[in-house]
């Protein structure tokens, strides 16, 4: 077989071609590695982290001696000729495809810092680094990777942006994300990892390489190569793990979101159900209470169930399940101080503390809550409990598996460890607790939770995404369009089953929920693996799915189209449980010789054989897509198109969707015409 990877090597330099490209090369005049010192300065304000950094020295690390070993060759590297050795790196071929290259930084070294340089070329594009919400292609942008809140407006020339820096210290960033990963698929037939648990920049700026900079000198770092974009993918998932199969019940139609009560839950499933609403589950996030702060509605942190704002739950949950509809939840990894399960972890020491071991408490936003310190065993053995008896064991099928990138770092941990360290693996040992909570029990086949925090690792450990707080708005960066290259990026690192909430959750600084924004984001949700509403933080800011009988209407023929299209979903499911490929996937991973494909950052296929084009701007009743030159059928027309650009009608109700006319699954897209 063909050498795909290649490892030419002299005494002083290397040079590592990956599918015939130079991409790790070292050079006397050209180094690729440099380490450092620097002063960081790291500060959370309720999730939202303001860093600084002042690089002190940076020392290129120009003398390399190279020697032979049987799968590669081994590098001491150091500054210039007679200086002591720095690091001493190991590049193995695993593979014809892969290498596997270690880092050994020398004790006596002062350095805590490195760079790591990538060659690249100016055509070159990079997808990837977890659930990016900005960009798809990071080409040309440094992407800083470490788990916080995303911030409300992510762009800082907007005035929402603006508003939530001056009011709250929350406005985002391009970068700013739940889930970052230090991993990218690059154009030129390769995914590249690093192991680290740092803070780390990707830097993709340079037109001749990228550069890796992590504050520490990284474990190891694997490149990967394939023919396609599929095999790329695949080929990651047995790095990474990938996400289970949704229960069948997923399928059933949507999963709203209700709060309030056992009564309020009850009256408004009603009416959706009269009307024809496909109802798969009804997600509670307030089942265990509420309180109300400036912010707006917020929940109760004691992970156990309200009896007096839902009275009869216990059972309630039995009489909807025989109805075929679930009950989901909400939990998170911290305990609120006024709460039992507080008490209870700061007496048997299951709680992270400050460094003096007093105790350590977070500020949410007008109350504070404990942290549960997961590198506890017997603590994380306590918290899995909670969720089998207080959730799994009392009929939940369900249920939000917020946060996790909260950790402060200036916490003291039950096992030493650096919180700068494990700051951003925080969200996989959550996700952890939760999938081992539901491995025991007899149900795990038809249980699923879902995150928005994430890190490396998390495919194994979290079965669905979700795109996190997304503002009510028409925004780029933080609205409607924002969760299409969410999903897109995600895919690319691994996690394929991605959704969002349903209209969007932030309503701050003058901004509420529309009419059109909520009809435009459920006509999205349909053709997305989970299809879930969200009354958002300020719900009477907020137009709801019960809002007008126009409304509910419009829900009704979503979900209908959703559950009709569940064979199709399903082996799209099951394609990326058993091979990593996901199931909203970039133009470009089945039409690899389409370059403008590579550019497209607001449309998706759906499998292999639907394309969907969301329409993310206000007013709008026709609107522009492109497609990969094949011969597209309208979903809801049946007029046929060649590829390239077209402009279509777009009304309320029929987004822009096309499938391929040779597709095995035509007859049932051929319905949607014949049912409209």
């Not at 120009?62 to 150091?78: D, Q």
């Not at 596997?100 to 997808?127: G, M």
């Not at 992510?154 to 820096?165: H, I, L």
């Not at 690792?457 to 009510?472: A, F, H, R, T, Y």
Request: hydrophobic letters at 35%; one cysteine or more; charged letters at 25%.
């Amino acid at each position: 077989m063909k050498e795909v990877i290649e490892i030419q090597s002299t005494t002083n330099e290397f040079s590592v071609f990956v599918n015939g490209k130079p991409t790790l090369v070292h050079k006397i005049n050209s180094p690729m590695l440099y380490v450092g010192t620097g002063k960081s300065s790291v500060q959370m304000y309720r999730g939202n982290f303001d860093i600084s950094d002042y690089i002190e020295e940076r020392i290129p690390l120009r003398k390399a001696v190279v020697s032979s070993l049987a799968e590669g060759i081994k590098v001491s590297f150091s500054e210039t000729e007679g200086t002591p050795v720095e690091l001493e790196m190991e590049i193995l071929k695993k593979d014809i495809d892969r290498i596997d290259v270690t880092f050994n930084k020398k004790e006596e070294s002062n350095n805590e810092r490195c760079w790591i340089r990538v060659a690249a070329d100016e055509e070159e594009k990079i997808y990837g680094c977890g659930e990016q919400l900005s960009y798809f292609n990071l080409r040309g942008k440094n992407f800083p990777l470490w788990t916080s809140e995303p911030g409300v407006g992510r762009n800082k020339e907007t005035y929402t942006t603006w508003q939530a820096d001056v009011k709250d210290r929350a406005g985002g960033d391009y970068y700013t994300t739940n889930y970052p990963q230090p991993t990218f698929v690059s154009t030129n037939k390769y995914f590249l990892h690093l192991s680290t648990t740092a803070y780390a920049d990707f830097d993709f700026s340079h037109k001749d390489f990228h550069e890796l900079h992590t504050w520490e000198v990284p474990e190891s770092l694997q490149i990967v190569a394939g023919s396609t974009y599929l095999e790329l993918v695949e080929k990651m998932s047995e790095v990474f793990g990938t996400q289970p199969e949704l229960p069948e019940w997923t399928y059933n139609g949507i999963w709203l979101g209700i709060q309030g009560g056992t009564e309020v839950v009850e009256q408004k499933l009603e009416t959706m159900l009269q009307n024809d609403v496909k109802v798969g589950a009804v997600w509670c996030q307030d089942w265990q209470g509420k309180r109300i702060t400036s912010f707006g509605k917020r929940l109760m942190w004691n992970w156990i169930w309200d009896k007096d704002m839902y009275p009869n739950l216990d059972q309630k949950i039995w009489e909807w399940k025989e109805q075929g509809i679930r009950f989901l939840g909400y939990i998170n990894p911290y305990v609120a101080k006024e709460g039992h399960l507080y008490k209870e972890a700061k007496e048997k020491g299951y709680l992270a503390t400050k460094e003096d071991g007093s105790d350590y408490l977070v500020d949410f936003g007008e109350f504070y809550c404990g942290v549960v310190d997961f590198t506890n065993p017997q603590a994380s053995e306590w918290f899995k409990e909670v969720i089998q008896t207080n959730l799994i064991d009392f009929g939940l099928d369900g249920w939000m598996a917020d946060f996790g990138e909260y950790l402060p770092t200036d916490v003291k941990l039950y096992d030493g460890s650096d919180p700068m360290k494990m700051h951003n693996l925080w969200p996989t040992l959550w996700g952890s607790i939760n999938r081992k909570a539901i491995e025991e029990r007899e149900t795990k086949d038809d249980l699923v939770y879902f995150m928005r925090a994430g890190y490396t690792g998390i495919q194994k450990e979290c079965p669905l995404l979700w795109g996190g707080d997304q503002s009510v708005i028409w925004e780029k960066d933080d609205g409607l369009a924002s969760v299409i290259p969410a999903a897109l990026s995600s895919g690319m690192t691994g996690c394929g089953l991605h959704h969002s909430d349903i209209g969007g959750y932030t309503s701050l600084h003058g901004n509420k929920r529309s009419k059109e924004l909520l009809l435009r984001w459920v006509e999205m949700a349909a053709f997305t693996p989970v299809m879930r509403t969200h009354e958002g933080n300020r719900p009477d800011d907020c137009f709801q799915f019960d809002g007008d009988e126009e409304t509910i209407k419009q829900f009704a023929k979503m979900t209908k189209i959703y559950t009709e299209l569940a064979p199709y979903i399903r082996k799209c499911v099951k394609e990326n449980a058993e091979k990593g490929i996901p199931v909203q996937r970039p133009l470009f991973m089945h039409y690899e010789q389409d370059q403008i494909s590579y550019d497209i950052k607001y449309q998706y296929l759906l499998g292999k054989d639907l394309l969907v084009a969301p329409v993310y701007e206000q007013g709008k009743s026709s609107w522009e897509v492109y497609l990969p030159e094949d011969k597209w059928v309208h979903l809801w027309t049946g007029d046929t198109y060649s590829g390239g650009h077209h402009e279509v009608r777009a009304p309320i109700g029929h987004p822009p969707v096309f499938y391929r006319s040779d597709s095995s699954y035509r007859e049932l897209f051929e319905s949607f015409k014949l049912n409209d």
